[in-house]
């Protein structure tokens, strides 16, 4: 959505309204879209002026009951996502965490340090686990990511925040939230 052709630009807006009239056929309420920073590529003054820019245009197509969340990627922080939602500044946008692409070696920022900055833009959570280097989406208890602090920290901070387990085979990640009684007495 930031790339300098506008044409390109033009693709991207279609592709999305067609993402959101798929949306509202499905009853979905949430889209989960990739912010689109690609580190060396853009400047992250320039890919925030940008972004604004094309959610300001591009936000009053979207239904008031719809939200759009922006899932960092390659982001080494969250600070170019609060800038882009203090700039556009309407409840239609908010922010997916992605907690295992805050622990990839592109992250400057430990993933309990994004939650904060945040919060106020926070609707969706991405939850996995790696070691910090490369985005494997490992399950829950295979990794170095603090996962019981994530989550606490994400459940206190963002109430009404939905999840999304990111494995390959969720069972193993199901068992871990069950045993760290984030299921609420559902056992696997």
């Known amino acids: 959505l930031c790339v300098i052709d506008p044409l ?4 991207v807006a279609r592709r999305y309204c067609k993402t959101m009239c798929m ?6 309420k949430r889209i989960v879209i990739h912010d689109g920073y690609v580190p060396f590529v853009y400047f ?6 940008q972004s604004v820019a094309f959610w300001q245009g591009f936000l009053p197509e979207v239904p008031e009951d719809m939200t759009i969340a922006l899932e960092n990627v390659m982001d080494d922080g969250p600070d170019m996502l609060a800038a882009i939602m203090k700039g556009v500044d309407d409840p239609r946008l908010g922010v997916c965490l992605d907690v295992g692409h805050a622990n990839t070696a592109v992250s400057k920022t430990p993933p309990m340090d994004w939650i904060a900055p945040l919060s106020p833009w926070l609707r969706h959570v991405h939850i996995h686990n790696n070691f910090g280097e490369w985005d494997l989406h490992n ?3 295979e990794g170095n990511i603090p996962m019981a602090q994530v989550l606490d920290q994400l459940l206190t901070a963002c109430p009404a925040a939905t999840y999304t387990i990111e494995n390959m085979n ?3 990640s199901l068992a871990w939230l069950a045993a760290h009684g984030y299921l609420g007495g559902i056992t696997l």
């Open 44 to 49: 992250p003054e320039w890919f925030v002026e």
């Open 8 to 11: 390109v630009r033009d693709i």
């Open 170 to 172: 969720c069972v193993p």
């Open 23 to 28: 949306a509202r056929r499905l009853t979905v």
């Open 139 to 141: 399950p829950l208890g």
